[in-house]
């Protein structure tokens, strides 16, 4: 590319004889707000740049030439007196060691993604949506381009946007973590057609897949629908690829979202084998029953009648019980120590986001807390995450 943005405008201009201020009025934008765009010190939005196109009546090879010429940043030292940290690490999908099932799944998963470009993973609680998600994002992105992003409760979408950055500069283009910051600490109000544009224009052509589990957690931030209709936006357009999970249905017009089947019998039984649990076929089969194919479920009651010296009568009372999570969850109390309750109680306190071994012992102002918090992890009450390259704990999603 020979030329920059500003230049490449001047030049439009002038071919349509027309200046900035006619361009402005086109745009229906003051001419200060042009300026800025023209000069790179806000980026574009998609749509007054297509616009703009249209009026300068360039050819859809110019209007290209447009949008991959770099507009430059707003000078750091001018915007900031501090020096910008350095971003935090980026989070990475959980490792599944002993990834089971669910083969046909993953198979129409991929497809989806390779011609749809988006995929939309629904289901209730323990179903398996993060996992499987992990899983397909590392079968179709192990050697290229990904963005893993779990969505917390009372987090909105500049808290995406702050953890794009940050991945974007671990990825070396650290342009986008120097522009927030530049732009937050010069008081500019968040607009999210802004931020969402700047941080697109730094993933096009790269083949990312941007992924985002519990989307549905983001709903209540009043950005969530201009956020959806963008990302939706940008699939179609081919810009990047996008795997949503949650638990409540998305509408994400045009894209459907997929419910996720019951786990089934054959792949529970593969499962109690590569856990090497030791149950008879016809126990697998009632616990597999009684879980109703939920996987964090079943294997929460598989694991407790392995471990119990009742295990006969445990199988009569799960028969008869009419809320089994509530009779596993009072089985499971009885077994634990008073550390451990202790433990899962300091996870109960912070339910937003996971925990590392040090924060829970500040929090419960008790020391040596590995071995019970590997103890919850291996009896399925707690799921062990990496948070910027540490081991943190959580309660099951």
């Not at 119990?308 to 596993?328: E, G, K």
């Amino acid at each position: 590319m020979t030329q920059d943005h500003k230049s490449l405008i001047r030049s439009f201009l002038r071919r349509h004889r027309s200046n900035q201020k006619e361009l402005a009025h086109e745009l229906n934008v003051d001419a200060s707000t042009l300026s800025k765009w023209i000069n790179g010190v806000n980026p574009w939005p998609d749509d007054a740049l297509h616009q703009a196109s249209e009026w300068l009546e360039l050819t859809p090879a110019e209007e290209q030439q447009l949008r991959g010429t770099p507009a430059s940043l707003p000078p750091r030292e001018t915007a900031t007196s501090r020096s910008i940290p350095q971003p935090p690490p980026p989070d990475l999908p959980a490792s599944i060691p002993h990834f089971v099932g669910r083969q046909q799944e993953l198979h129409r998963y991929q497809h989806t993604l390779q011609t749809a470009g988006i995929v939309i993973i629904t289901g209730p609680i323990g179903a398996g949506k993060s996992a499987l998600a992990s899983r397909l994002a590392t079968l179709t992105h192990a050697q290229k381009p990904l963005f893993w992003y779990r969505c917390f409760p009372h987090e909105g979408v500049f808290d995406i946007f702050w953890k794009l950055a940050a991945h974007l500069a671990h990825n070396g283009q650290d342009e986008a973590w120097g522009w927030l910051h530049a732009a937050t600490e010069n008081g500019e109000a968040p607009k999210l057609g802004i931020f969402y544009d700047y941080l697109r224009q730094h993933l096009q052509g790269q083949d990312y897949l941007l992924c985002f589990d519990d989307f549905h957690n983001l709903q209540d931030d009043p950005l969530y629908i201009g956020f959806a209709e963008r990302l939706a936006a940008s699939v179609q357009k081919g810009d990047f690829r996008v795997m949503l999970t949650s638990r409540r249905k998305l509408l994400l017009e045009p894209f459907q979202s997929t419910p996720l089947s019951e786990f089934t019998l054959e792949d529970t039984q593969r499962l109690v084998h590569v856990h090497g649990l030791t149950i008879e076929q016809a126990d697998i089969a009632q616990l597999h029953a009684q879980t109703a194919g939920n996987l964090a479920l079943f294997k929460l009651a598989a694991h407790h009648w392995q471990t119990s010296s009742l295990a006969p009568q445990m199988a009569r009372d799960l028969v008869q019980s009419a809320d089994i999570q509530r009779y596993l969850l009072n089985h499971v109390d009885k077994q634990l120590s008073e550390k451990e309750r202790r433990i899962l109680a300091g996870c109960a306190v912070l339910p937003e986001h996971p925990a590392t071994s040090a924060i829970l012992e500040a929090i419960l102002n008790e020391g040596n807390l590995p071995r019970g918090l590997a103890h919850l992890r291996d009896a399925y009450l707690l799921e062990e995450v990496t948070v910027e390259n540490q081991r943190a704990y959580q309660l099951p999603a």
